[in-house]
């Protein structure tokens, strides 16, 4: 079990990182706000993504099937 956040925290940060690199580089060098919101957006879909991974275990774990 100690190995999951780690893994959870990577997968997040992989989020990120990918948003990163579909948004234009002009968009990204553009208006500070739009960095800001990126950065939101990133946070937010890690997030996600790393709740519903946690739901899904859980209800792995309750019911024993994958």
């Given at each position: 079990m100690a190995w999951f956040l780690p893994v959870l925290f990577s997968f997040s940060m992989f989020g990120a990182a990918v948003l990163f690199w579909i948004v234009p580089p002009e968009m990204q060098?553009?208006?500070?706000?739009?960095g800001i919101l990126i950065a939101?957006?990133?946070l937010l879909g890690g997030q996600g993504f790393v709740l519903w991974l946690l739901s899904r275990w859980a209800r792995e774990q309750d019911t024993?099937?994958?």
């Open positions: 060098n553009g208006d500070p706000m739009m939101a957006a990133s024993g099937e994958r």
